[in-house]
């Protein structure tokens, strides 16, 4: 048998103490995380801070988030195997390789291409090949590809994208940071029978989501 490494030791106490003890409960969600080798979405310099309980600069700046809030954010979508689901600021390319093991299809845009190309390499690096990527203005969101099952914001807006809520679902999921560019609610949006309806989750601070239906850059 192989000896564990030492980044599989990290992601299993990543689990074990930042996870579980804060409610990440979904099985398929914490299965993601002890699976993805979060190291590899981050700079050399840094794979070894990689698992810490913290987020860190990826460039451009922008930032992977801390590990409780990429599991959260998938927690919170509710996957079970069979969505299709869009992902809005692809950055490291982290929080799409998380989803992509527990769901059909990942389709994410960017809007800074040096960072996409990145995250494009290391997604074929580890074959996770069912993640569909683009450059554009992901407060649009992704009308030709449109309905999504579920669809998950990593930048914090100043409202959410109505585009967003008119490409997902019947009883599909949005979540997305909400507030001004230093704090947001957390929200999660759910579509039921015409009915929008928001809930709030707990605050976070993200980076700005620029675009027509956020932020100006």
Not at 97 to 122: F, G, M, P
Not at 169 to 179: A, D, F, M, Q, W
Not at 185 to 214: D, P, S, W, Y
Request: glycine share 8%.
């Amino acid at each position: 048998m192989t000896s564990p490494s030492p980044y599989d030791i990290k992601r299993e106490r990543m689990v074990e103490e930042q996870l579980l003890p804060r409610g990440i409960h979904h099985s398929a969600t914490l299965a993601a995380m002890r699976a993805v080798p979060r190291h590899l979405f981050v700079e050399d310099a840094m794979q070894m801070q990689a698992y810490g309980d913290y987020p860190l600069p990826i460039g451009a700046g922008q930032t992977i988030s801390q590990p409780y809030i990429v599991a959260l954010m998938t927690q919170v979508l509710q996957l079970t195997g069979a969505e299709r689901v869009l992902e809005i600021g692809t950055g490291s390319g982290y929080q799409a390789a998380v989803l992509s093991q527990i769901c059909e299809r990942v389709y994410t845009i960017e809007r800074i291409d040096s960072l996409l190309v990145r995250a494009r390499k290391t997604f074929d690096k580890l074959h996770y090949h069912n993640i569909v990527s683009r450059i554009d203005d992901g407060t649009e969101g992704w009308l030709a590809e449109a309905p999504f099952d579920g669809i998950l914001v990593t930048a914090g807006g100043p409202k959410v994208p109505e585009p967003l809520i008119d490409q997902l679902s019947e009883n599909g999921r949005l979540v997305i940071p909400v507030g001004d560019q230093f704090v947001q609610e957390l929200q999660v949006i759910e579509k039921n029978g015409g009915n929008v309806k928001h809930t709030t989750i707990e605050q976070v601070r993200f980076v700005n989501l620029i675009g027509a239906h956020g932020w100006r850059n």
